[in-house]
């Protein structure tokens, strides 16, 4: 890659974000015609005027509490829908004589095992 000095690389910068803002100038002019807006903006107008920012609606203290305990009891049911429904089973356990039945099975296994690989051994 060709090296440039400093000066070279300023005015160079210069240069390309003075035609990045034109190009975005234009961008935002046709998306003007075409009416699209971006998330949050107002909408425009025919003549290109936007209209005044209406001002913040509020909440009374009291309707807060009404939407508040309003979806306390919602939720409420939802939990109480979902507890219901889980039931958890008892956890199983193996008995000793489970056990030792597993324990043969397997010793009679690895002589078989064992067996077999003296007899290819010889």
Do not use: C
Not at 41 to 59: E, F, H, L, Q, Y
Not at 62 to 85: D, E, L, P, Y
Request: hydrophobic fraction near 40%; glycine fraction near 6%.
């Amino acid at each position: 890659m060709a090296r440039y000095d400093e000066s070279f690389l300023r005015a160079a910068l210069v240069g390309y974000e003075s035609e990045r803002n034109r190009i975005e100038e234009v961008i935002a002019q046709i998306k003007g015609q075409l009416g699209q807006r971006g998330p949050g903006r107002p909408k425009a107008i025919s003549n290109g005027v936007t209209p005044a920012v209406a001002p913040k609606r509020t909440m009374s203290v009291s309707a807060r509490k009404k939407i508040a305990a309003a979806q306390r009891r919602r939720w409420a049911a939802v939990k109480q829908a979902n507890t219901a429904q889980v039931k958890h089973k008892p956890k199983r356990r193996l008995s000793a004589a489970g056990r030792r039945a597993i324990i043969e099975a397997t010793k009679k296994r690895w002589a078989k095992v064992r067996a077999a690989k003296a007899n290819t051994a010889a």
